[in-house]
């Protein structure tokens, strides 16, 4: 398996309904991030978690990271069709810290 | 302010041919970072330039890609003799901070297509 890698690889939700996304890891890490690309599109930046923090919200979202099983969890409230992405977790290693690790990421299909 | 601006977005070209895509920071920022994006992969990291300076290229393939950041104009990413297997998007990032992906604001993507 690589760093940074998501599951599941695709989930499918009714609008209202809440989204729950995972990411592992492999090495040690400054902090994880969580990215939303839209189709052809490019990437936005959703949330930063650093390696000290367990949890953060930010609006609909809501991030934990569980540095002793190197995982973290993404989870979107409430859902909206416009939420439709793909998500991508994405870390950057202790010792290389310009340096983005992604993950496959997992598509997010929201039904209206 | 404008974002990173990339160009072309969508490129088509013949095996053999060179591509060149090209990246603009955001205003103030002097670190870009190239990444590459496979179909139905995530985003691969390439490399890192400051002005004039090439910081770490470990995730370039050691031929037929180069890439540059001159003081003057965009930072560009060539890559010669393209062939099938370099169809990808190429998205370019920049930073205001040296040496920090804290801060990192993607362009759109250019999006490579070889024939």
């Known amino acids: 398996s690589q760093q940074g890698e998501e599951d599941p690889q695709a989930l499918s939700i009714q609008e209202g309904e809440n989204a729950t996304m995972n990411c592992s890891y492999k090495?040690?890490?400054?902090?994880l991030q969580w990215y939303r690309q839209n189709s052809g599109r490019g990437l936005v930046h959703l949330i930063l978690i650093r390696s000290n923090e367990r949890e953060k919200h930010s609006g609909r979202l809501r991030v934990t990271l569980d540095t002793s099983k190197k995982s973290s969890s993404l989870l979107i409230t409430a859902s909206r069709a416009a939420d439709t992405a793909s998500y991508f977790c994405a870390t950057d290693a202790v010792g290389s810290n310009y340096k983005l690790t992604f993950g496959k990421g997992t598509l997010l299909t929201v039904n209206p | 302010n404008a974002g990173v601006m990339q160009n072309p977005r969508h490129l088509v070209r013949r095996r053999g041919q060179e591509a060149r895509l090209r990246c603009s920071p955001m205003?103030?920022?002097?670190?870009v970072y190239w990444y590459r994006q496979l179909p139905e992969e995530g985003l691969k990291f390439m490399v890192y330039l400051q002005k004039e300076n090439i910081i770490d290229e470990s995730g370039m393939p050691k031929e037929r890609f180069s890439a540059e950041f001159p003081k003057e104009g965009p930072s560009i990413l060539r890559i010669q003799q393209v062939v099938r297997g370099d169809s990808a998007a190429y998205f370019c990032?920049?930073?205001?901070?040296?040496?920090?992906?804290?801060?990192?604001?993607f362009g759109e993507g250019s999006r490579l297509t070889v024939l």
């Open positions: 090495t040690s890490i400054n902090n």
């Open positions: 990032a920049s930073s205001p901070q040296p040496g920090s992906a804290e801060e990192l604001f």
């Open positions: 205003k103030g920022h002097s670190h």
